[in-house]
Every structure is written in structure tokens, then in C-alpha cells.
């Protein structure tokens, strides 16, 4: 009983409408936990930074062909160096794992980098413990950038955490760091989200943890500026337009000026008043390679647009109407094809879509193809009439009167000699 029940109500309420099948689609994914920018005047670099590097950095393409790319670096020089080596010393830069769909390969993995490119995926992932000399070391770094589609939504996420990460050996430690965003559109509408945590910030041993994700601790940025550190506090975007959703994660930054660093720390007096004599004039500069550094913890970004494909036949619709045949313009040069016809020339032979074939059925005697059945019996209506007149037009002319004098009247019998 209850089975029927249930039957019964299945076929009474039809199921919900599924959501439209997506056509084109772009996607892109990007995640750096850790970038290290340097500003120096050493370097005649027309940019700023004139030096950059990304740890366990990914990124990831997905687009309508399909064409997918993917790539993983545990160390990436940014893309003026990373992609431009082989124009300037034709050699790929080698620490990175690519992979790309169709041309291939569709996965390539080195140590703590992976990458995988398909039709419908791609997908890239670095990790491993880092370390720049004097600078930073980070442990339990990792990154994940994915951009997926499927009949009904395209999605990018881009993921990066880390344990620790420690600043000027000791001066700044960061744990417990994770920052998310996450971008998707069904072809109709983008949603997403972006999001991060930091446990706790330490500053020469003083702990500061983090309550509230919106803003620093207190006393976090008055425990730095001695040290010339100066901290910009994380911020999580999104914006929707339409079908189009980006989802961003602005990393924290320590910007440092080296310069007041090194005097703060005693090192100023050393290396101007010490080493600096010892060294020849032209290699004195060298004692003072950067003017500023930045330690970017924690960036993502995702990206994602599609649209729902087209039907593949248009639904009936009745019959439009043909304008008026106008004559041609002499000397009009003809038309290419797909451009549509100016208004009142009817371009040859294209026939007005027909918005509905009827079934056929069985026909009768008065069916003929094209001819409706009353205009049929008017046409055999006025022959029959037709000849009936004739006929009695020409027994009048002939025969039909009789002869005033009593002789016979009609055609005399030529048989009869």
C-alpha cells in the first residue's frame, strides 16, 4: 500500500527542473602562500619589485574548446622570468611541473609539485617545507588551485596554509595561516566565497594570537614599528556581475625597510665603518643591496564566467510573413554569406521556415495535393454548367426551331443518297 502511495505521488508532482546545460566557460585559479618582493636600485629594472619570488606557487586555466593549463612551482620567479626564459636563453625555467590539455602532457610531477590538465579539470598542487637564507623558513607550506566544470556549474578554488612561518630568522612568526576563495556561475548567476585565519602573530617572543579576523591584534602594530616593520592586515573580496564571480584573498604583508632595520639592529655602524673600507668603491654598494622588502603571507584568487549553451533547434513559431518582392538595385554587389537581406529584397531561393509539417492521413477522391475540396466541386460545378450551355446553344443553332413551312429541320442524313 505504501508503495503505491509513493508511485502515486510521483507521478502526480513531476520532478523539479534541472539546471541548463552550460556552453562556453572561463576559469582561472591562483595561490601563493608565501611571496618575498624586493625593491633595490642596484637592479635597472624598469618595474616594481625589480625582484620577486613565490613559494610552492600554482595556478591553474580552464576554458571553452576545451583547453586547460596547470602549473606548479616551489619556487617561482614570478611570469617576466619564469615564462620568458626561453625567448631570452632558450632553456625552460626548470624548477616547475606543467601540464596542458590537448596538446599534453596531461600530468607532470617533481619533487613537491604536481600538475594535471584535462577537458574538464585542471588542477595544480605544491608543498614542502621552504627556506630562503636570512630571510624566511616556512614549515608545512602548501597551495592547491583547481578550476572544474560540469554540465550544470564551473568552479575555481584556490586554497594555501602553512604551520609556521618565520620571519628574519625569529623577528616575525606567523602560525597557523589559511586563506580560501572559491568562485563559481551556473551561466546564470556568480557566487563565491573568500575567506582566511591566522592563529597567532609573535613579534621577538611576544605573542599576539588573533581573536577576530577583521582587524589586527592590539598592541601588535605598535610591538613592530621599532623594529621598521610596517603591517598591512589581510582582506577577503568578492564581486558578482552577472555570471561572472571573483573571489580574492589579499595576503598579509610586513613591509620592511632595511635601511632602519639595519641600524636599529647595530649592524649600520659594522658594515658602513668596518667592512665598507676594506671593500674597492665600486663594490661599496653592495653593502646595501635593498631599500625595502615585502613578506606577502597568504594570496588567492579564483575566477570563474560561463553561459548557458543554446538550444540546438529553435522552438515553432508561426510562419513570418514575406515582405513585398521589390526590383533589384542594378550594380548591387551580392550579398556574403550569413549577412541578412535589406529591407524589402527577398533573397533567391531561401524559402520561409515552415513552423509545422502536418501527419499525413489517408486521402479521399476530392483530395488533390495542394487544391482544397470546395474549390474542386466549384470547378466541376462550372464545367458541367458549361457544357450544358453549349449544348443547348448549338441544338438551338441547329435543330431546335422548327421550319415555318413544315420541312424537316437538322442536318440532312449525306448517308442516304
Known amino acids: 500500500m505504501r508503495c503505491a502511495v509513493v508511485v502515486l505521488l510521483l507521478l502526480l508532482f513531476p520532478a523539479p527542473a534541472g539546471a541548463a546545460d552550460l556552453g562556453g566557460f572561463t576559469l582561472s585559479s591562483r595561490a601563493t602562500p608565501v611571496s618575498v618582493l624586493l625593491h633595490t636600485t642596484l637592479l635597472p629594472v624598469p618595474a616594481e619589485p625589480q625582484g620577486e619570488v613565490h613559494l610552492s606557487y600554482t595556478q591553474t586555466e580552464l576554458g571553452s574548446g576545451p583547453i ?55 588542477e595544480a598542487f605544491a608543498g614542502a617545507r621552504q627556506e630562503v637564507p636570512f630571510v624566511l623558513t616556512a614549515e608545512g607550506l602548501a597551495s592547491t588551485s583547481t578550476s572544474a566544470v560540469t554540465a550544470t556549474e564551473a568552479r575555481s578554488t584556490a586554497v594555501t596554509s602553512a604551520q609556521t612561518i618565520t620571519v628574519l630568522s625569529g623577528l616575525v612568526v606567523l602560525s597557523g595561516v589559511r586563506f580560501e576563495s572559491v568562485a563559481v556561475s551556473d551561466g546564470g548567476k556568480g557566487s563565491g566565497t573568500s575567506a582566511f585565519s591566522i592563529a597567532a602573530i609573535t613579534v621577538l617572543g611576544q605573542r599576539f594570537p588573533v581573536k577576530a579576523p577583521a582587524a589586527p591584534p592590539d598592541g601588535l602594530l605598535k610591538a613592530l614599528e621599532p623594529l621598521g616593520v610596517t603591517l598591512t592586515w589581510p582582506e577577503a573580496t568578492t564581486r558578482f556581475e552577472g555570471a561572472s564571480a571573483t573571489a580574492r584573498s589579499r595576503g598579509l604583508a610586513l613591509t620592511v625597510d632595511v635601511k632602519a632595520l639595519r641600524a636599529r639592529l647595530g649592524l649600520g655602524g659594522i658594515l658602513d665603518g668596518i667592512v665598507a673600507p676594506l671593500l674597492p668603491k665600486e663594490l661599496a654598494p653592495l653593502l646595501n643591496p635593498l631599500d625595502k622588502m615585502e613578506v606577502v603571507v597568504g594570496d588567492t584568487e579564483a575566477v570563474a564566467n560561463a553561459a548557458v549553451a543554446a538550444p540546438l533547434s529553435p522552438p515553432d513559431v508561426p510562419a513570418p510573413q514575406a515582405p513585398p518582392l521589390s526590383p533589384p538595385v542594378l550594380g548591387a554587389p551580392p550579398a556574403l554569406p550569413g549577412t541578412p537581406p535589406a529591407a524589402g529584397i527577398n533573397p533567391p531561393g531561401v524559402a520561409p521556415p515552415v513552423a509545422h509539417v502536418a501527419r499525413s492521413r489517408p486521402g479521399s477522391l476530392l483530395d488533390f495535393p495542394g487544391v482544397p475540396a470546395l474549390l474542386v466541386l466549384t470547378g466541376l460545378g462550372v464545367a458541367a454548367a458549361g457544357a450544358f450551355g453549349m449544348r443547348s446553344f448549338g441544338a438551338f443553332l441547329l435543330g431546335g426551331a422548327p421550319c415555318p413551312s413544315g420541312h424537316p429541320t437538322g442536318v440532312p442524313d449525306l448517308r442516304n443518297g
Open 68 to 122: 586547460g593549463r596547470s602549473l606548479a612551482s616551489s619556487l617561482w620567479p614570478g611570469a617576466a622570468v619564469g615564462t620568458g626564459l626561453p625567448q631570452l636563453l632558450g632553456f625552460a625555467y626548470p624548477v616547475q611541473a606543467n601540464a596542458a590539455h590537448p596538446g599534453g602532457p596531461a600530468d607532470e610531477s617533481k619533487s613537491g609539485m604536481r600538475a594535471q590538465a584535462g577537458a574538464a579539470k585542471a
